[in-house]
Structures are given as structure tokens and as C-alpha cells.
């Protein structure tokens, strides 16, 4: 993202979804940037590939971005928007505390997983653009918040330690699977999914201190 342009994604774009056809040549884009991302890495994909892998011309690129930063943000807010998994209380009518933090660690990781390749470029992207940095910081935030709220209502019922700090405490738990998801999913450190699953469940539990409804 060289040009810094990444919180600047949507503007360009708000003409072209007026139509079915706009919309379609702007997916078709962005799944040929996650390609091009994959195959090159951040830094060296071009917006030229990028418009010959989604069949455009090199300049309609423009009418739909306004750079290869702008293009990698929406890449970004997709795949971050898959792995935010809301609603997963409703989703799945799981209630207790334990299982629902086994469901929604098993979902965090699926999607990890199967977007790994993509999540190493996301690394690679961290460390060379600072705009980026703040932009997965500030998901990041969003991401600890939702869980602090969980943890707040735990409290609140009794259920969890009311010693914690739910903010700091989701912070670190939701780092610790995110941190653990990098090194077995794109590092490739050997450990079984469900193992994984497993452990980092009960960590999440032993953390808070669960106790019995």
C-alpha cells in the first residue's frame, strides 16, 4: 500500500455499484487482487496484473480504485468481515458461555485457515505501511470490544472472575488465538485443528474463571 490511500477505498467505488454490471467488474477485481497478492505478496503485486488476471484493461482499473492500496483495503474488508463471524449466538441457538466460545474460536480458525495465504500477505503489509497498521488495530479494538462486552455480561451474572479488566482480558485472548492461528496456519507449526481448538478453549476458560450456571 504505497500510497497510503487505503481508508480512501470508498469513494471511487460508490459510482460503479449503481449498476449490476459495475458491481460485477469491481468483485472481479478484488478476487483477482487476492490472487495476484498470493501469487506476488504485498509489495510486489502490480495493478497491471491485477487487471489482466480479472480479464480489464489497465485503465478501467481507476474508474473502480484509485490505487493498489485501494484495492488491497477492500480485499481487507472483506476477508475481515468473514472473520468478525456475528451473530453467532443466534446463529447457532448456543448458550452456555463454554461452548460458545468453543464455536466462535472453531469459526476464527476455519476461516484463518482458509485464508491463510492471504493472512501472510496481510503480515507482510503490517510491516511496511503504517496506514494499514492502524486500520487492523482499530478491527482489532472492535474485534476485543465485542468480546469484552461477553465477558462483562459474564461477570455481571456470576459466572466469570470480577477481577478481570474485560477489555484488557479480551485483548490478550483474542490475540493469543490470532497470534496461534499465524503460526500453525501460515508458519506451519504442527498441531492438529481440533487440538488447537481445544487447548485455546481452555485457556479462554481457565482465563476467565468460568464457572457453573
Given at each position: 500500500?504505497?500510497?497510503?490511500?487505503?481508508?480512501?477505498?470508498?469513494?471511487?467505488?460508490?459510482?460503479?455499484?449503481?449498476?449490476?454490471r459495475?458491481e460485477?467488474?469491481?468483485a472481479?477485481?478484488?478476487?483477482?487482487?487476492?490472487?495476484?497478492?498470493?501469487?506476488d505478496?504485498?509489495?510486489?503485486?502490480?495493478?497491471?496484473d491485477?487487471?489482466?488476471?480479472?480479464?480489464?484493461?489497465?485503465g478501467?482499473?481507476?474508474?473502480?480504485?484509485?490505487?493498489?492500496?485501494?484495492?488491497?483495503?477492500?480485499?481487507?474488508?472483506q476477508?475481515q468481515q468473514?472473520?468478525?463471524h456475528?451473530?453467532i449466538?443466534?446463529?447457532t441457538g448456543?448458550?452456555d458461555?463454554?461452548?460458545?466460545?468453543?464455536?466462535?474460536?472453531?469459526?476464527?480458525?476455519?476461516?484463518?485457515?482458509?485464508?491463510?495465504?492471504?493472512?501472510?500477505v496481510?503480515?507482510?503489509?503490517?510491516?511496511?505501511?503504517?496506514?494499514?497498521?492502524?486500520?487492523?488495530?482499530?478491527?482489532?479494538?472492535?474485534?476485543a470490544q465485542?468480546?469484552?462486552?461477553?465477558?462483562?455480561?459474564?461477570?455481571e451474572?456470576g459466572?466469570?472472575?470480577?477481577?478481570?479488566?474485560?477489555?484488557?482480558?479480551?485483548?490478550?485472548l483474542?490475540?493469543?488465538v490470532?497470534?496461534m492461528a499465524?503460526?500453525?496456519?501460515v508458519?506451519?507449526?504442527?498441531?492438529?485443528?481440533?487440538?488447537?481448538?481445544?487447548?485455546?478453549?481452555?485457556?479462554?476458560?481457565?482465563?476467565?474463571?468460568?464457572?457453573?450456571?
Open positions: 500500500m504505497e500510497s497510503g490511500n487505503v481508508a480512501n477505498n470508498a469513494e471511487p467505488s460508490r459510482v460503479v455499484r449503481r449498476t449490476k459495475g460485477q467488474t469491481r472481479a477485481l478484488i478476487a483477482a487482487a487476492r490472487e495476484v497478492f498470493e501469487r505478496g504485498y509489495l510486489d503485486a502490480r495493478i497491471a491485477i487487471s489482466k488476471t480479472a480479464g480489464a484493461a489497465s478501467s482499473f481507476y474508474t473502480y480504485f484509485e490505487s493498489k492500496d485501494d484495492v488491497f483495503a477492500a480485499l481487507v474488508e476477508v468473514e472473520m468478525l456475528p451473530h449466538r443466534k446463529r448456543v448458550t458461555p463454554r461452548d460458545l466460545i468453543e464455536a466462535a474460536n472453531r469459526e476464527y480458525l476455519l476461516t484463518y485457515k482458509r485464508n491463510a495465504r492471504l493472512m501472510a496481510f503480515e507482510e503489509a503490517n510491516l511496511t505501511n503504517a496506514e494499514f497498521r492502524r486500520i487492523r488495530l482499530e478491527r482489532a479494538k472492535e474485534f465485542r468480546n469484552a462486552k461477553m465477558i462483562r455480561e459474564l461477570q451474572s459466572q466469570a472472575s470480577a477481577e478481570l479488566d474485560p477489555l484488557v482480558t479480551a485483548l490478550a483474542s490475540t493469543m490470532s497470534r499465524n503460526l500453525v496456519f508458519q506451519n507449526q504442527r498441531i492438529g485443528f481440533e487440538r488447537l481448538v481445544t487447548t485455546l478453549t481452555q485457556l479462554w476458560i481457565n482465563a476467565l474463571q468460568l464457572k457453573s450456571e
